[in-house]
């Protein structure tokens, strides 16, 4: 699986929309981008994948570059309780029934502030 | 509520004692997957089952071990334990290759 690079750290006023930002220069053209996140010591919870198009559900955007290499993970009007570690993963999604387990790496502590 | 349920919730025991975790995945899931998560390791994947068999091996310790029941509930089994395996752990399912893995709550370990 590519590797991903994410700040450490980022600071979002509540309200305000929240763009995390993921460089994943070494992607296959087979491999999605997944983000998750882990809000203090619980499981961590599915947001959004893609493969090369936008993306968009009831949680999050998640906006892909045209050569694929980077991705940002917006949150439209972020509140107190979006405070979580928030991790970029690529993978491959493959036809296969038995799944992949996710490699997780540091991901970006979001910190949203009232 | 994810739908995966993991119990206990929390495990207090001593070095060298035996401790077993289970998971119950999610309706329909037939992918487990177990993570330890420790202060200064993140989560690591250990290990996945798909159907009653063993599919992927992560950094799993040789005392540790897995096994999926054809119920397709999984139970994590951590022996000769020491203070170092002190950590949440946590179990995942997830229903084919869709991608989204279900996270339950997780077992908090404490080896004193």
């Known amino acids: 699986d590519a590797k991903t690079t994410q700040p450490p750290s980022m600071d979002c006023a509540e309200g305000r929309a929240a763009n995390l930002p993921c460089n994943h220069s070494?992607?296959?053209?087979?491999?999605?981008v997944y983000w998750y996140r882990q809000i203090h010591s619980q499981g961590p919870q599915y947001i959004i994948h893609?493969?090369?198009n936008n993306e968009t559900n009831e949680m999050a955007s998640l906006i892909i570059t045209e050569d694929r290499k980077s991705s940002t993970l917006i949150l439209p009007h972020a509140t107190l309780r979006d405070t979580a570690v928030y991790y970029c993963?690529?993978?491959?999604?493959?036809?296969?029934?038995?799944?992949?387990?996710?490699?997780f790496g540091k991901g970006t502590s979001l910190l949203v502030t009232p | 509520d994810s739908g995966v349920t993991q119990t206990p919730k929390h495990l207090i025991t001593a070095t060298g004692q035996r401790v077993t975790l289970r998971c119950s995945p999610r309706?329909?899931?037939?992918?487990v997957y177990w993570y330890q998560q420790s202060l200064d390791q993140g989560l690591q994947f250990l290990i996945q089952?798909?159907?009653?068999?063993?599919?992927a091996k992560g950094n799993i310790l040789e005392r540790f071990s897995a096994q999926q029941f054809p119920d397709l509930h999984s139970e994590l089994n951590l022996s000769s334990l020491e203070l170092g395996d002190s950590a949440l752990y946590f179990c995942?399912?997830?229903?084919?290759?869709?991608?989204?893995?279900?996270f339950g709550q997780g077992t908090r370990l404490t080896v004193v």
């Open positions: 089952y798909y159907n009653g068999e063993e599919r």
């Open positions: 993963i690529v993978r491959v999604t493959s036809n296969s029934n038995s799944g992949y387990a996710l490699n």
């Open positions: 995942a399912s997830s229903h084919r290759d869709r991608g989204e893995a279900f």
């Open positions: 070494t992607i296959s053209g087979n491999e999605y």
């Open positions: 309706s329909g899931d037939l992918s």
């Open positions: 893609g493969l090369k």
